[in-house]
């Protein structure tokens, strides 16, 4: 199974509400990663877990807080977002991020995220 | 910081062709590169991925080579079909722990019937 599931696909927010994203793999990866990608560009990092713990913030804005409970699962907390954080919101798998391991990441389709 | 480019930004080719997609980087020290395609408002399909002690991955129809010290990768797509028509990114991922992928920009993929 290689497979990274994301819920929801869509969802669309407005400026005061409270909202998480969720994504959830059951490959036995120990490194998750968030990525934001706008229309027509390239995915951007925006976080990196390894064994449960945060290990990369690309200086993303506080209104996203990412949180691990556990190996299989990975969410991103949103508060008070703006408009143009509208984008689809990607999340990864790989194995680990050590340097003696493959570090294929897999990819989960997306939740594509509106705020209004 | 590295920084990655890919050539042609979009390609349309007839069904059948073959074709080469080309990926560029700056910084040669690498631990591997990841070829993606994406298709429009869908997740990355991971293709290949080749270490950065390796020269060439195959998978069926695809064929990707790496040569580190040009800073170069190509990813060659043989006997093209409507159903090969995607976005095609190249990711690499920095020698240093901590380093995660920085993905090129992409080539849009046509293949017309």
């Known amino acids: 199974d290689t497979e990274v599931t994301q819920t929801p696909k869509h969802l669309v927010m407005g400026m005061t509400n409270k909202k998480s994203l969720k994504c959830e793999q059951h490959?036995?990866?120990?490194?998750m990663y968030w990525y934001k990608q706008k229309a027509k560009k390239p995915p951007e990092l925006m976080f990196v877990y390894s064994y449960e713990k945060l290990s990369i913030n690309e200086s993303v804005p506080s209104r996203f807080s990412p949180e691990c409970p556990n190996s299989s699962l990975l969410n991103l907390h949103l508060h008070a977002l703006q408009p143009e954080d509208s984008a689809l919101y990607l999340c990864?798998?790989?194995?680990?991020?050590?340097?003696?391991?493959?570090?294929?990441?897999?990819f989960g389709p997306g939740t594509r995220l509106t705020v209004l | 910081k590295q920084e990655v480019t890919q050539i042609p930004a979009a390609l349309s080719v007839p069904e059948g062709e073959n074709l080469v997609l080309n990926c560029s980087f700056t910084?040669?020290?690498?631990?591997?590169l990841q070829w993606f395609r994406q298709d429009p408002g869908k997740g990355l399909t991971s293709l290949l991925l080749?270490?950065?002690?390796?020269r060439e991955q195959t998978s069926g129809r695809l064929n990707a080579s790496l040569d580190k010290s040009s800073g170069r990768s190509t990813l060659y797509i043989a006997a093209s079909q409507p159903g090969d028509s995607a976005t095609y990114l190249c990711a690499v991922r920095g020698d240093n722990y901590g380093q995660n992928f920085v993905f090129g920009p992409g080539t849009r993929l046509s293949v017309l019937p």
């Open positions: 910084d040669s020290a690498i631990y591997n």
């Open positions: 490959m036995g990866h120990r490194a």
């Open positions: 080749i270490q950065s002690s390796q």
């Open positions: 990864a798998s790989s194995q680990d991020i050590l340097r003696d391991r493959e570090n294929e990441q897999f």
